[in-house]
């Protein structure tokens, strides 16, 4: 099955232009809505890999300075969360799971049926509860600057404590000077490569009430019961100097996933921008590394 009903874009709305992007198109899911996606095609029968972003990001944000260096080895597709971006808008509550059947019901619009989840941050739980919850199209894990569980000590119990008020305030609050602050905490950190007006507009396209419940969802997640059960080639990138999720707990995931490569990253929690390749470059050895320990599958040159 092919996607239906889309157009193709290559770059944001509003008067900024992005930075160079593969075309995306809008893809209709019956039952579910619309939902912006970037599909590199790849090499001749590649591998395929879905990539899966962290909190208030959009798959742009996060994964842009990779998907070229990805595109030459795998097939790629990436797409923006319920909530975030030009993600789904479903009127439900934001929920980790739903994330990851939306993961596989947009693999299958491009007939694909096994693929690799890799997920950055809140993505991490995303792509372990693909496995989870369909574990017949998982051919493997890479999982990036995340966690086995966030809320792990008083001061991110008591923010995640808070979110679950704050959601439900969203409702009825305007929250474009909450849309203002990440804004900004992104143009930061782009600015200096002039990036900061396309991230303001990135940003701003998100539904504010599901980025403040997809927080609470965070919060609420623990896989330590059951990730040491995973049983597909998995790869962990763990970033050395996180201020937003701790080295240690990613070193934990690591340790707790039977038979996981370690892949380290220099720099902080938002290393992915990173446009030297370094990031990029370790990405892909991740995703070789997966796919070279998975059941026989032709890497592509």
Known sequence: MHPTNTTQTGRTSGSHPSPAMPVGIMVHLPGRG??????????????????????????DLNWHSSYCELSRHFR??????????????????????DCADDAVA???????DRF????????????????RRHRSVVQGLVLCATSRHFADTRRRRALFSMLNGTSALATSTPLRAIGQLSSTAWSRRLERRG??????????????????????????????????????????????????VPTQRQLELARAVPGASLHLVAGGHTACT??????????????????????PFRLAA
């Not at 690799?116 to 496995?131: C, D, E, K, N, T």
């Not at 896989?223 to 995973?230: A, K, M």
């Not at 990173?274 to 059941?295: K, M, N, P, Q």
């Open 76 to 97: 790629v597709i990436a797409f923006d969360h319920r909530g975030h971006g030009r993600g789904l808008r479903t009127g439900t509550t934001f929920e980790l799971e």
């Open 274 to 295: 990173d446009r030297s390749g370094r990031f990029a470059s370790i990405l892909l050895d991740a995703c070789h590394s997966v796919v070279e320990r998975s059941t």
């Open 106 to 112: 947009i693999a299958a619009a491009f007939g694909v």
């Open 116 to 131: 690799i989840p890799v997920g950055y941050s809140m993505g991490g739980p995303i792509a372990s509860l693909v496995w």
């Open 195 to 244: 990036d900061a007006p396309w991230t303001v507009e990135q940003v701003l396209l998100h539904d504010w009430t599901q980025i403040l419940q997809a927080g609470r969802a965070i919060g609420k997640f623990d896989s330590r019961d059951w990730v040491g059960d995973i049983d597909v080639p998995t790869a962990v990138l763990a970033s050395l100097a996180d201020e937003i």
């Open 34 to 59: 619309d939902v912006f996606v970037r599909h590199l095609p790849g090499p001749p029968d590649a591998p395929v890999v879905v990539l899966l972003h962290g909190w208030t990001a959009t798959a």
